[in-house]
């Protein structure tokens, strides 16, 4: 039989023999894989959800035309620009025109848009009325909190906006509160706007959703630069530097998680390992006896500490990903799918911690056969 | 004929005790050896240092040409892997390992394990259909013969016996005097720490020691046969 059918044997037998303490030790492993497995998925699909659902957030790039220059209004064709990119990342793109305007006496700005992409964008809008849902609707507007307590507006309210010679005539689908500049605005569509104030094809700036990392929206914002002459495309800093600081702190927390649960799971082994080592020194001593080479005896436990780690991070992955589904459902309303990617690094990790925790059985290598064999 | 072993002013201190005192004596390959004395009389102590598994505060122990003295620990290893074969009072099997596992663990730290020849020497000690059970569900007797089927798997030079049939039923004990003294008579150098008179008077020559020092050296009364 070659000698390495002998060594799967004696590790078979050694891993039998201590059934009770390896079992101690293997649900300690197990228990701080399935954390770690979880959390790193959690981690990942964090990650995507979070970047989601700051998407709903408002813009964070803005593509308008470059500050103190001869344009304050750009060609609209940019929008036909920014969608020949193609870019996944870019989750909603509104335009807007500003337009000043007057509602009988009563000054007011009007901001023309794509209702279909603000929704996307702007979740957290709270409206009383009906939301106008196409960007071809041009009989109807959304009037801001502080514009309709002005100008007396309420949904169902018919509204005539005069700019220059234009009028144009809509009906308020409903009243909006933003908490920003929106409260004090009428909305409507792009369309409209542009034929009030006789600018067809204008707009005044292009707000984006842009999803990712910090990292990805720098990018993506390069990207949109060198693509798009003669406007200035900026990320919105405190949004971008906002979110990074969210995720990165999620990460911080994981991670720091992560370290903490390895630790007490390497204590959890060490503890077991620690009485295993007592009963094996009869073993050893008779191993040192027979022959057998401090590094050679030590390959036998050690391998057996390894089995123990990688059982444990393949039994904790799976029980990991139960745990990650159950965390996604209550924190994030969806089940968080499994993420194999998870699977070697749960398993180094937990490897990991059993060799460390395996410490007490390297101190064994000390062990001298002639005391031991006389039963000291 | 160079000697197998030469003892030369061995001495071992545990402190202030001198456990073997300038104990001086050879023995040649193929002889039976009784090493006998009262209880802390240093036998176990030389037979450790003989193995390999002690080593002499001062004074020179050779063994088939090899200093034990001067052998580091992987030497050591090596020494007691390839030329000794250990036989304990208290039998020392794996508790976890089949008979046959015990004594393919002595070829395992030797060089490469086979199954065949360890079924062989298992046989050779009469435990033909013990060969798959664990020491525990073996007699005293039983386990002894296993750890003699494991002293002689490597053919070591030397055979070290502590006490072997201290722990033995007067038929198991008879049973593995048999048994060494067919080692024997094939060509086995042998030691055997004992108490027995008995025991001692089957050797070719009995070392006696008392106090750590070595009182004397006699030819065995009774003929062997």
């Known amino acids: ?376 | 004929m160079t000697p197998l072993v030469q003892v030369d002013h061995l001495e071992k201190r545990f402190g202030e005790v001198r456990a073997l005192d300038r104990v001086t004596f050879e023995v040649d390959a193929g002889e039976w050896i009784a090493i006998m004395g009262p209880s802390g009389s240093g036998k176990t102590t030389l037979i450790n240092i003989l193995g390999g598994l002690d080593h002499p505060s001062a004074g020179r122990v050779v063994v088939d040409g090899l200093e034990i003295g001067s052998l580091g620990e992987r030497e050591l290893s090596r020494y007691r892997a390839e030329k000794i074969g250990f036989v304990f009072q208290q039998f020392h099997l794996v508790p976890y390992l089949t008979a046959l596992e015990n004594v393919m663990l002595a070829q395992y730290f030797h060089s490469i394990t086979d199954e065949k020849e360890a079924e062989e020497s298992l046989r050779r000690v009469g435990l033909a259909d013990r060969m798959d059970h664990v020491p525990a569900q073996l007699s005293g007797g039983e386990q002894q013969r296993v750890a003699i089927a494991r002293a002689l798997i490597n053919n070591p030079k030397l055979i070290l016996a502590d006490e072997p049939t201290g722990n033995l039923d007067e038929v198991n004990e008879a049973a593995v005097l048999n048994l060494l003294r067919d080692l024997n008579e094939v060509g086995h150098t042998i030691l055997v720490v004992t108490h027995s008179q008995a025991i001692g008077s089957l050797a070719d020559r009995r070392i006696e020691l008392e106090h750590g020092r070595l009182a004397r050296i006699s030819t065995a009364s009774l003929a062997k046969d």
């Open chain 1, 1 to 376: 039989m070659p000698t390495r059918s002998m060594f799967f044997r004696i590790l078979w037998k050694l891993l039998g023999a201590s059934g009770g303490r390896l079992t101690v030790a293997l649900i300690a492993l197990t228990s701080g894989a399935a954390v770690c497995s979880a959390l790193l998925n959690v981690n990942l699909d964090a990650e995507r959800k979070l970047t989601q659902e700051f998407r709903t957030l408002g813009a964070n790039v803005i593509v308008a035309p470059p500050a103190g220059g001869d344009a304050s209004l750009a060609d609209a064709s940019v929008l036909d620009r920014i969608a020949a990119l193609h870019a996944p990342q870019i989750a909603a793109t509104a335009p807007y025109l500003y337009v000043a305007a007057n509602s009988g006496s009563q000054p007011v700005i009007l901001a023309g848009t794509w209702f279909d992409q603000v929704a996307k964008m702007n979740s957290w809008w709270k409206i009383q009325g009906d939301w106008i849902s196409t960007r071809d609707d041009h009989e109807h507007c959304l009037v801001g909190q502080t514009a309709a307590r002005q100008l007396g507006l309420v949904p169902g309210s018919a509204v005539q906006l005069r700019s220059g010679g234009h009028t144009v005539s809509l009906t308020a689908s409903g009243i909006v509160t933003t908490g920003g500049a929106e409260d004090s605005q009428v909305l409507t569509s792009l369309d409209s706007a542009q034929s009030l104030a006789g600018l067809s094809g204008r707009i005044s700036l292009v707000q984006l959703s842009v999803s990712g990392t910090p990292a990805q929206i720098e990018s993506v914002t390069r990207q949109l630069g060198e693509s798009l002459p003669g406007v200035e495309v900026r990320p919105v800093r405190q949004i971008a530097a906002a979110e990074g600081t969210i995720l990165g702190r999620i990460q911080g927390l994981i991670f720091w998680t992560i370290a903490l649960i390895l630790v007490l799971s390497t204590l959890g082994v060490l503890a077991s390992m620690a009485a295993l080592a007592m009963e094996r020194r009869r073993d050893v001593g008779l191993m040192k006896a027979l022959g057998g080479s401090v590094p050679r005896i030590m390959r036998l436990f050690l391998a057996e500490a390894g089995t123990l780690g990688v059982l444990g991070g393949v039994l904790g992955f799976f029980v990991g990903v139960v745990l990650a589904r159950w965390i996604g459902e209550r924190v994030f309303g969806v089940a968080m799918s499994a993420r194999f990617e998870v699977l070697p690094i749960t398993i180094a990790l937990t490897l990991a911690a059993a060799v460390a925790g395996a410490f007490p059985l390297r101190l064994l290598g000390r062990v001298r056969p002639a005391e031991i064999l006389r039963g000291e």
